[in-house]
């Protein structure tokens, strides 16, 4: 691409920091649907650009602030996503995160959780969100999780993203704010959230190449802050390049796709565009999905009860999932002198026999390459992903410009490659899919958590 034609490193901070400014894009929120609006705006207005919506029903959880009180008034730093609102009282008690939560230890209690011991913050999820369901099976009052930084860095920490709506409130405290609460304490917890109906939408934007065989480049909308969710910067700015080239030099239709849904993923906009270009792959009309997410990052970690920048970037990876797309996504990495960042076939561990062996791209390009279409996926994972306190510092613009460079060279030097080098083993997969082989998961998870029995 020629990066003398392409957005600088300061226009993508000014996208950024508009997208930003929209505050908490929790998904159906009236924030969110003010950037989705926006979104389309911009794309509407690229030359020779069409856009479409898919619209999904949700049930919208909105924030507002938490509330504490255990022997005084201690400072909330958010209220844990989809927690019950409403205020609960009970008395305070501390388990360690090995004990789970049960009706024999908590019911009736508010129960305070360390928050788990991880490489990064988003190893945590899986853990707290067992932690509110479980929380719920056992009729607890409620639920603290102290982070381990202070609170003016925890303020308004987002995770677990399940989107699934617990049975009891639940809030996060800064290190600093937890020392003040002692076990055994009549402690009275709040959330101030608001529950409603609503429809969110997915923005579908596409540009016609010579071939209606497509590119697929997606990210998600809903968001907390600098970090998630930036790849709508970088699908901007990538549409707006490709759009002002002349037809010749876009060898495929590309497809870019705004998705709603990773905030409350049973409408998870990724998984269902998936679906649709699985069923769609073996007519022809689709060549590879690429997604980007979490761009740019700067890589802070724990030292001195504190979260702190160490001047490296965030580690990265960009996924893909055969031998054409890893040697491209390898080139455009050198080209682009992006450091830090591990070319990988997947994150988990693989399974014999299944198709494909490993079903995750640490991110949302897992419901593109677990369907089977041909992915490539950019994502990483800093403790600032969740953390929007940290704004702009969390993000270096220059390193983001780069990272985007090198998907567009990558989306150009794919143009003109056949459909099947492009695949590769995917066709096999998609064969030994067909003939009955073990496949990975597509289940979303419920909108809403099981109560007690």
Not at 61 to 87: E, K, M, N, T
Not at 93 to 107: G, K, Q, S, V
Not at 127 to 155: K, N, S, T, Y
Not at 176 to 189: E, S
Request: hydrophobic residues 40%.
């Amino acid at each position: 691409m020629d990066d003398r034609r392409f957005p600088s490193a300061a226009t993508l901070r000014d996208l950024n920091a508009q997208v930003a400014g929209f505050g908490v894009r929790a998904t159906g929120s009236p924030a969110h649907h003010r950037l989705v609006s926006w979104l389309e705006r911009q794309v509407s207005r690229l030359p020779g650009m069409s856009v479409r919506s898919e619209r999904f029903p949700v049930h919208r959880w909105q924030p507002r602030p938490g509330f504490l009180l255990s022997g005084g008034v201690v400072p909330v730093a958010a209220p844990i996503p989809y927690s019950a609102p409403g205020l609960r009282s009970g008395e305070l008690i501390h388990l360690p995160t090995a004990e789970p939560i049960t009706a024999a230890n908590a019911r009736g209690k508010v129960v305070l959780r360390d928050f788990p011991a991880v490489d990064r913050g988003y190893h945590a999820e899986p853990q707290l969100h067992r932690d509110m369901i479980d929380a719920g099976l056992a009729a607890a009052a409620g639920v603290i999780v102290a982070l381990p930084f202070p609170h003016e860095q925890a303020r308004g920490y987002w995770d677990p993203h399940t989107g699934t709506h617990y049975r009891v409130p639940g809030v996060f405290v800064g290190s600093d704010a937890a020392l003040k609460l002692k076990a055994g304490t009549r402690t009275t917890i709040g959330v101030l959230a608001g529950r409603a109906p609503a429809v969110t939408r997915s923005l579908i934007a596409t540009l016609p190449g010579q071939s209606r065989e497509r590119i697929v480049i997606d990210t998600n909308t809903d968001g907390v802050g600098w970090v998630q969710e930036n790849g709508t910067v970088a699908l901007l700015a990538l549409a707006e390049h490709f759009a002002r080239l002349p037809p010749r030099c876009r060898p495929r239709t590309l497809e870019f796709v705004f998705a709603t849904g990773h905030l409350h993923r049973p409408a998870e906009g990724s998984e269902f565009r998936a679906r649709a270009l699985d069923a769609e792959y073996d007519s022809g009309s689709v060549a590879f999905a690429f997604v980007l997410e979490h761009l740019g990052t700067r890589e802070f970690l724990p030292s001195a009860g504190s979260l702190r920048p160490t001047g490296a970037a965030e580690l990265s990876g960009w996924f893909a999932g055969s031998p054409v797309l890893a040697r491209t996504a390898a080139t455009a990495l050198a080209g682009r002198q992006v450091d830090r960042t591990f070319v990988l076939p997947g994150i988990d561990v693989p399974v014999p026999g299944r198709a494909p062996p490993q079903c995750s791209f640490g991110g949302i390009g897992t419901h593109f390459h677990s369907h089977l279409v041909p992915a490539m996926a950019m994502i990483s994972g800093p403790w600032t992903l969740w953390a929007p306190s940290f704004g702009a510092e969390a993000v270096d613009h220059e390193r983001m410009r780069r990272q985007t460079l090198a998907a567009g060279d990558a989306v150009l030097a794919l143009g003109p490659v056949p459909r099947e080098q492009i695949a590769g083993p995917y066709l096999d997969l998609r064969r030994a899919r067909a003939a009955g082989a073990a496949t990975c998961s597509h289940d979303l998870p419920p909108e809403w958590a099981p109560g007690p029995p």
